[in-house]
């Protein structure tokens, strides 16, 4: 009983943080949000944020995988052209708002090349790899032909993703016109 | 004379400047180099960086866009599938070494989204596009079945570019394997 009370109240501290972090992000960029800033905002001890996240870096990366992973979920739809549809139009619709584009950034940033935060990271980038390759086993199992996770990664995620950092964020037209090249490759390989 | 000398004199200080923020940069990452110690490693008033860069930022977009136009320049060999292969493994060799890829996650790390370092970014930014499009001129010309710019830019640099963000660094095999992917789609267009 204590323990859900705790959990809880740690879920809307959390909350407050991440808004508080959020605001800051896109009042600032990327280099004007600070521990002590977040904690006013949200209404919470500095020594508290510290405890919890160790720094700002680690605050953020975690601000950005929660909110990208909860507004471009994994769709079924029942074809894996729908899946990829869906998904690759999401993903164009977030890269266009301030706020998707934001987190993405924070993301590239604060990726480390290798060493101690790479397991964190890799933890977020996994389980998204794990969720391509659960859509692609059912489509797999439905009988349709389809690309490697890989191919996803390099020939609908990667041009969404580079257009928004160059400046020429990608729109739905775009993304569809993608997944339809993408699957048109796979239909020409199963030939 | 005197201007000659100065202009020399210029260079060789902004030459000392870039190797000393470059050593700093491979030393503590991207948050760990600051104006006054890229001062005294190079040996050059703080003063003058602050004066010449602006900021700490400036210094390092400028070297990274200096170091990795000189590594990766736009080949001529007479074939656009010689150019491609050519450049395509460059960049894949560049982002495997630990300089490129910490000068790439540089400038996506200052990358403005918008805003006044827009432009100086767009500088960098179209002097490039611009030459991949005086590469698809050259073959054009030769009678050559060519890809757009940004068939390029979404099917070649992006997924060498992702790869290397989430921590899969290109090899020269992959490169190749996204020339040949890209001409071939442009070969079927075409028939």
Do not use: C, K, N
């Not at 998707?100 to 996994?126: I, K, M």
């Not at 439905?142 to 969404?160: C, F, N, S, Y």
């Amino acid at each position: 009983m204590s323990t859900s009370r705790t959990g809880g109240r740690s879920a809307r501290v959390r909350e407050a943080v991440f808004e508080a972090a959020s605001a800051l992000l896109l009042e600032r960029g990327l280099g004007g949000v600070s521990m002590p800033d977040v904690a006013q905002r949200a209404g919470v001890a500095a020594t508290s944020l510290y405890r919890r996240w160790g720094g700002v870096t680690e605050l953020l990366m975690d601000l950005a995988v929660e909110r990208l992973e909860r507004e471009s979920p994994l769709p079924d739809t029942g074809s894996l052209a729908g899946d990829l549809s869906v998904w690759g139009r999401g993903v164009a619709r977030i890269m266009r708002s301030p706020e998707g584009s934001a987190f993405f950034r924070v993301l590239v940033a604060t990726a480390p090349a290798s060493g101690s935060d790479a397991a964190a990271r890799s933890g977020a980038l996994y389980r998204r790899f794990g969720e391509i390759e659960a859509m692609l086993d059912r489509a797999r199992a439905r009988g349709e032909a389809v690309p490697t996770g890989w191919d996803i990664i390099d020939h609908l995620l990667a041009p969404l993703y580079v257009r928004t950092l160059v400046g020429a964020p990608p729109d739905e037209v775009f993304a569809q016109a993608l997944v339809d090249r993408l699957l048109a490759d796979v239909a020409a390989r199963d030939r």
